[in-house]
C-alpha cells in the first residue's frame, strides 16, 4: 500500500518530515508503535494516514483516544476540510448527534472517531467496538497524548489506566501511542501501562531549533514581561503561563490595561468563558492567553510566536512541553521564563507538602533540580534541555546564553560565607531562620531583628559586606539548585544544611554564577545571528502583498461560515506561497504546499476569482 499519494492527495504535502514515513508504513502493516516526537513535530499524520491506508484497504476504522474534548471539533472539521471521513464522541454532543454518530460508528462509515477515554471504557461503548471487531472493522487504535498514562507526567490522567482493556479485549487490533513527554521514566511507565513492550519505539529529535530559549531574573516579573512583549512580540498570539489562577486574572487585566489583546484561561472559570476564550485565541490573530497549565494541551495553532512563564514550572517536561507550543509552523519563536529565589521556594513546599509518597516525592525533586539547574545555567540552555532528554548536541546559538555569554563570577568564597552563617546562627539558637536574616547577616547589616538576636556578634557578621544583596540572592538560589541548602516549609521557610553542604564548605565543590545584568542586551543582533534552520517568511513584493492580504480576508469569511479556526483552511505559509504564484488556472494552483485534492476541488475557483480582482 503507498502512502505517498495520501500525503499528497488528502494533505497537499510534499515529503514526510522526519521518521513520519517509517512510523506510519510500519503501522499500515499493522505494527504496533511508540512515537514520540516534539510538539509541533507532526505527529497527527502518524495516526491520520494509516487510518486513511487501512480505510482503504478494507480494514476499517481508526479509533483516536483523546483527552483533549474542546478541541475534537477542530481536529474533526480539519480532516473533513481535507475531505476526510471523521467524527468524535464526547459530552458536547446532544443525545441525539450522539446516536447518530454512534449508528454512523457500527456501520465504520467514517475512517476516524475521536472519543475521550472514559467514554471508550463505558460498556455501552466497548459492545459498540465488539461489534465492529467481530466484522473485522477495526483497524487502528491511536493513544494520543499517552503521557496521560503516567503518574509522572504532568497531565495524569486516571481514565487512561483502563485503556489497557483494548489490547486485552481485541489483541489482533495494532496500537500505537504518542506523546511529547519523553524522559525516560515516562517513556518506560507508558510501555508497562500500555502493555506495549512488544512496540517498535520511534524517537525523534526533541530539538526545535527554531524556539530562542531565554530565562531572566526575576525582578519586576509583570513590568518584564510586558517590556518582553512590547520589544518583541506586538501584535503577536502568544501564551504566558502563571502558577495561579489569581495571577492570571491581574497579569490578564494588566495587559489589556496595556493595549495588548490578552485573556484569562484556568480552570476556575466557567465552562462556557474558558471555552470561548479559546476558541478566541484560536481563531483570532494576535491575542495573548494568560493561563495555567490547565491550557495547552493539544492546542495546534501554528502561529503562536511567543511562550512566556511568568512562573517556573514543575520540571523540564513540562516547560518544554509548554514552551512547545511556540512556533509549530517552523518560523522564529521565543520561549521567555522569568524566575526567583521565590519559585524554588514555592515548588519545593508544594512538593514538601504533598501528601504523596516520601519516594515520589524524592522523583519530583529531582526533577525540580533538573530545571533549577536549567534555570541557573550559564551555558547553552539547549544543550542542556536536549541533554536532559538524552541527546548529545552542540551550543546553539539561537539561546540567550549562546547570543550573549553571561559574564561569570566565581561564587565559591561567598557561598561558604553563607552556608557558614547559616550554620553560625543555628549553632548559637538552635533554631534556624529565612533568607532574608541571614543575608542581613552576612553582608553586616545592622536590621532591628539582627540587633535583638545579638546575631551582630557572630563571626560571620559582615563576612560578605562586599558581595550585593542581589549576589547573595543568587548564590542561595544556586546553593538551593544543587541541594547544598534546603528550605523548611514546614519551619517558615528557614534555611537548613544538607550533607551536601559540606563538600562546598570545604571547596571541593565551585560554584559559578551568573553576573545579574539589569538590562537584557539588545535583541536585534540576535535573529541576524541565530542559526535557525528554518526558511525566512517569503518576503513577498507590494502585488503579492495585496493579494496576501485578500487571501487573508477570504480565509478569515471561509472560516467563519465553518466555524473553524482560519488555519484550518489554510495556513499563513499556504497563503504566501499562492500569493507569490498568482495562479491563473487551477492547474497553476496544484502542487502548492498544503493545498490537497479536496481543497482545491471546494476553494481552487473562489481563489482564481478572487485573485483576479486584486
Ligand atoms: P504535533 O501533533 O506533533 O504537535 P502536528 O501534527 O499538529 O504536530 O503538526 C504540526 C504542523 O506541521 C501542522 O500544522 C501540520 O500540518 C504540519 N505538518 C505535519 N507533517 C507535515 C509534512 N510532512 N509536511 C508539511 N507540514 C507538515
Ligand atoms: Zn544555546
Not at 540552555?381 to 555569554?405: I, K, M, T, W
Request: a negative charge; one cysteine or more.
Amino acid at each position: 500500500m503507498s502512502i505517498q499519494p495520501i500525503l499528497q492527495e488528502v494533505f497537499g504535502y510534499r515529503e514526510f518530515r522526519g521518521p513520519q514515513q517509517a512510523i506510519i508504513e510500519h503501522v499500515v502493516a499493522g505494527g504496533d508503535a511508540l512515537v514520540l516526537m516534539p510538539t509541533g513535530g507532526g505527529k497527527s499524520l502518524c495516526y491520520q494516514i494509516p487510518a486513511i491506508a487501512r480505510q482503504r484497504a478494507g480494514l476499517g476504522i481508526t479509533l483516536v483516544i483523546s483527552p483533549l474534548i474542546a478541541l475534537m471539533h477542530d481536529q474533526v472539521g480539519a480532516l473533513h476540510e481535507a475531505g476526510v471521513e471523521a467524527a468524535f464522541l464526547n459530552s458536547t454532543l446532544s443525545g441525539e448527534e450522539a446516536a447518530q454518530v454512534e449508528r454512523r460508528l457500527l456501520r465504520a462509515d467514517m475512517t476516524l472517531l475521536y472519543a475521550a477515554p472514559e467514554r471508550v471504557t463505558t460498556a455501552r461503548f466497548l459492545a459498540q467496538l465488539d461489534s465492529l471487531y467481530e466484522r473485522g472493522l477495526l483497524g487502528l487504535f491511536a493513544i494520543d497524548e499517552a503521557h496521560c498514562v503516567s503518574q509522572w507526567g504532568h497531565d495524569f490522567r486516571p481514565e487512561y489506566r483502563a485503556l489497557t482493556v483494548l489490547h486485552e479485549r481485541y489483541p489482533s487490533v495494532p496500537r500505537m501511542a504518542l506523546t511529547a513527554t519523553a524522559d525516560t521514566l515516562t517513556r518506560a511507565d507508558i510501555l508497562e501501562r500500555l502493555q506495549l513492550q512488544e512496540a517498535r519505539q520511534f524517537v525523534s529529535s526533541f530539538d526545535r531549533p527554531n524556539i530562542s530559549y531565554t530565562i531572566v531574573e526575576k525582578r519586576d516579573a509583570t513590568q518584564q514581561l510586558l517590556r518582553f512583549i512590547s520589544r518583541e512580540h506586538l501584535g503577536e498570539a502568544g501564551i504566558v503561563y502563571c502558577q495561579s489562577r489569581k495571577r492570571v486574572e491581574e497579569v490578564a487585566d494588566l495587559l489589556c490595561d496595556e493595549g495588548i489583546a490578552a485573556l484569562p484561561y484556568h480552570a476556575g472559570l466557567d465552562n462556557k468563558v474558558r471555552q470561548a476564550n479559546q476558541d478566541q485565541f484560536l481563531r483570532d490573530e494576535g491575542i495573548v492567553m494568560v493561563a495555567t497549565i490547565a491550557f495547552g494541551m493539544g492546542i495546534d495553532k501554528p502561529d503562536v510566536r511567543f511562550v512566556a512563564h511568568l512562573d517556573m514550572p514543575k520540571n523540564i517536561e513540562g516547560y518544554y512541553q509548554e514552551t512547545g507550543r511556540a512556533g509549530r509552523d517552523g518560523e522564529p519563536a521565543d520561549a521567555w521564563m522569568c524566575y526567583g529565589l521565590q519559585d524554588v521556594v514555592n515548588q519545593r513546599r508544594m512538593i514538601d507538602e504533598s501528601p504523596a509518597e516520601e519516594e515520589f516525592k524524592q522523583g519530583l525533586r529531582g526533577k525540580l533540580d533538573a530545571l533549577l539547574g536549567l534555570a541557573e545555567a550559564t551555558d547553552c540552555r539547549r544543550v542542556r534541555l536536549l541533554a536532559y532528554f538524552g541527546e548529545a548536541s552542540q551550543p546553539c546559538g539561537n539561546c540567550d546564553n549562546c547570543l550573549h555569554p553571561p559574564a561569570v563570577w566565581d561564587g565559591t568564597d561567598a557561598a561558604r560565607k553563607l552556608l557558614s552563617t547559616i550554620y553560625r546562627v543555628q549553632q548559637m539558637d538552635g533554631i534556624s531562620y529565612g533568607a532574608v536574616h541571614i543575608t542581613d547577616i552576612l553582608r553586616g547589616k545592622r536590621s532591628e531583628k539582627v540587633l535583638q538576636r545579638g546575631h551582630d556578634s557572630l563571626s560571620t557578621f559582615g563576612l560578605g559586606a562586599d558581595f550585593s544583596e542581589v549576589q547573595v540572592r543568587g548564590v542561595l538560589r544556586q546553593l538551593i539548585a544543587i541541594g547544598a541548602v534546603t528550605v523548611d516549609a514546614q519551619a517558615f521557610n528557614t534555611l537548613k544544611l544538607t550533607d551536601a553542604s559540606r563538600a562546598v564548605l570545604r571547596g571541593d565543590v565551585p560554584v559559578r554564577l551568573r553576573e545579574s545584568v539589569s538590562t537584557p542586551a539588545p535583541r536585534k543582533a540576535k535573529r541576524d545571528s541565530a542559526r535557525v534552520s528554518v526558511k525566512p517568511p517569503v518576503a513577498l513584493d507590494e502585488s503579492a502583498e495585496s493579494r496576501y492580504l485578500a487571501l487573508k480576508a477570504w480565509r478569515a469569511g471561509v472560516a467563519k461560515e465553518h466555524n473553524l479556526p482560519a488555519y484550518v483552511i489554510f495556513h499563513d505559509a499556504t497563503l504566501a506561497a499562492i500569493a507569490q504564484n498568482a495562479p491563473q488556472s487551477l492547474e497553476d494552483l496544484q502542487g502548492i504546499s498544503g493545498l490537497g485534492v479536496k481543497k482545491l476541488e471546494a476553494y481552487g475557483q473562489q481563489v482564481l476569482r478572487l485573485l483576479e480582482k486584486v
